[in-house]
Every structure is written in structure tokens, then in C-alpha cells.
């Protein structure tokens, strides 16, 4: 039997959080744990692209989708599997990034790999990303973990899954479904708002 490479942990909250404030909710995402269907927090990206280390134009990821990817180590079939993975995540509007635990980082063995890794490598010393998203700095398993999180910073479905193709087919499946269901969301408060002011006039 084929083992089961991905663990879905949480499901996605259809209903949009509009009778709750974000300001609230982002203040509350500074020092706990991020949830499904709460802000994540705002931090500077740091990052290595290709082997150099760099601050990370918000542009590039601002009104995206983003896939923030916690890996246990970085091998070069892991290198090959997110490379070809980053086009694929591109061609649905999202954004794939990557995060490695400080002893792989400072592995000067590792920097080769860095190297040829064309997703950005997100580098967190201060431990926010490690202490917000509840990953240890010292991985305990040699399971990734993923976060989507939409365009609008909201936390949208976690996920602990193997690294290898199918797995991240199936994790890019998985962000076309919630981009469909936010779509139909919106179509369906837009269409409300219509018929609401219709019945207005």
C-alpha cells in the first residue's frame, strides 16, 4: 500500500471573518501562535536567492498567495523538487518560500545547495517565523510543514507532508481550491451587495 504523504491538519474556514476586526486580530497574531482564519504577522523577509543573501522586495509577494515551507534539511533531490515546483506555484498566482533550521544554515557544506536553490530561502534569526508559526528550531521530525496563507495575510490551511513531487502536486492542487472557494466567496457578497442595493432603491 502507498503510504500517505501528506497529513491535512486543519480544515479552511469558508466563512470570512467580517464580524470581527483585523486590527484586533493582528495584534493578537504578534505574540501567539497563528490559527487558521487569523492575520499572520507582518515581518522583513530576509532571504538567500540563489546563494546570496538579500531583503526580499515586498512586491514580490504582496496580493499573492504564499506557500511558507518549514524543511528539516535541504538535499539535492529537495533542491530539484522546489525548483521545478516554484514555476508550477508561479502559474497559480502563488509565491513558494522555503525556511531551514539554523545548523543547516550555517552548514558552509550546505551553501552549494543554496546555490542552486531558485526559491527563496528565508532566513529567520531572531526566531520570530520559528516562535509565530510553532515550529522548534531543532526539527523533531523529518516531515516539511507548510503554511498558505492568502493573499490577504490570512492563514488559510497548514499542512505536514513528505518533500518529493506529489506531495507538492498535491499541496498546489490545494491552494487552487482555496483560491476557488475565496473566488466563489467573493462572487457570492458581491451579488448580495447587488440585491441589497436594488432593494434599497
Not at 506557500?67 to 521545478?84: E, H, I, K, T, Y
Not at 514555476?87 to 545548523?103: I, M, W, Y
Not at 551553501?111 to 526566531?127: M, W, Y
Request: glycine share 2%.
Amino acid at each position: 500500500m502507498k503510504p500517505t504523504p501528506m497529513i491535512l491538519v486543519e480544515e479552511f474556514l469558508c466563512v470570512p471573518l467580517a464580524d470581527q476586526p483585523h486590527d484586533n486580530l493582528e495584534a493578537e497574531a504578534t505574540w501567539m501562535e497563528v490559527r487558521v482564519g487569523r492575520p499572520v504577522p507582518r515581518v522583513r523577509l530576509n532571504a538567500i536567492i540563489k546563494g546570496e543573501y538579500t531583503v526580499m522586495d515586498p512586491e514580490t509577494i504582496t496580493h499573492r498567495w504564499l506557500a511558507l515551507c518549514f524543511l528539516p534539511l535541504l538535499q539535492a533531490a529537495d533542491v530539484s523538487c522546489l525548483n521545478r515546483q516554484a514555476a508550477s506555484f508561479a502559474r497559480e498566482g502563488a509565491t513558494l518560500l522555503a525556511l531551514l533550521p539554523d545548523e543547516i544554515l550555517l552548514n558552509s557544506a550546505q551553501h552549494r545547495q543554496f546555490e542552486k536553490l531558485t526559491i527563496p530561502l528565508v532566513t529567520d534569526p531572531l526566531n520570530r517565523l520559528h516562535r509565530a508559526y510553532g515550529i522548534p528550531r531543532h526539527p523533531l521530525s523529518l516531515k516539511a510543514k507548510t503554511f498558505l496563507i492568502d493573499p490577504e495575510r490570512i492563514l488559510r490551511h497548514h499542512v505536514v507532508h513528505d518533500l518529493n513531487m506529489w506531495s507538492m502536486d498535491s499541496l498546489r492542487g490545494l491552494v487552487n481550491l482555496k483560491q476557488e472557494v475565496a473566488n466563489l466567496n467573493s462572487a457570492r457578497h458581491l451579488k448580495e451587495g447587488t440585491r441589497n442595493v436594488v432593494r434599497a432603491s
